[in-house]
C-alpha cells in the first residue's frame, strides 16, 4: 500500500513559519487530491487544506485563509503546506492525505491514504 510520509514540523514562536512536505513512499499510484489535517487531544480531525487537479483548485479553512498556501508539484505525489504567521491555535498534529477520487473535500472520511502526522507545536 502506498505510505505517505510527513516532514517538516516542529516549536516556533507565535508569528513564524514553517513548511510541511509530504511524500509517497511509491509512485504507483496517483493522488488526484491530497490535502492537510490537523488534530488536537480530545478533537476529531479536521481539514486545514485540499488541492485538486494538480493545484486546479485549493480549498482551505476559513482559520487558516492568508496564512497557510498547499502546493503540490504537478504529476507528481508530493504535498506541501507553507504555514505563515502560525498562531498558538495552530498546535496540533498535522497528517498528510491523498485519494486518487477527483475532490475538494476537507472532510477526513473523503481519503483513503494518511501519513503518521508530524507535530507542529506554536508558543505564544
Known amino acids: 500500500q502506498v505510505q505517505l510520509v510527513e516532514s517538516g514540523g516542529g516549536s516556533v514562536q507565535a508569528g513564524g513559519s514553517l513548511r510541511l512536505s509530504c511524500a509517497a513512499s511509491?509512485?504507483?499510484?496517483?493522488?488526484?487530491?491530497m490535502a492537510w489535517f490537523r488534530q488536537t487531544p480530545g478533537k476529531e480531525r479536521e481539514g486545514v487544506a485540499s488541492?485538486?487537479?494538480?493545484?486546479?483548485?485549493?480549498s482551505y479553512a476559513d482559520s487558516v485563509k492568508g496564512r497557510f498556501t498547499i502546493s503540490k508539484v504537478k504529476t507528481k505525489d508530493t504535498v506541501y503546506l507553507q504555514m505563515n504567521s502560525l498562531k498558538f491555535e495552530d498546535t496540533a498534529m498535522y497528517y498528510c492525505?491523498?485519494?486518487?477520487?477527483?475532490?475538494?473535500?476537507?472532510?477526513?472520511?473523503?481519503?483513503?491514504?494518511w501519513g503518521q502526522g508530524t507535530q507542529v507545536t506554536v508558543s505564544s
Open positions: 488541492i485538486y487537479q494538480n493545484g486546479g483548485i485549493t
Open positions: 511509491t509512485y504507483t499510484a496517483t493522488f488526484y487530491s
Open positions: 492525505a491523498g485519494t486518487t477520487n477527483r475532490t475538494w473535500s476537507l472532510s477526513p472520511t473523503s481519503y483513503y491514504y
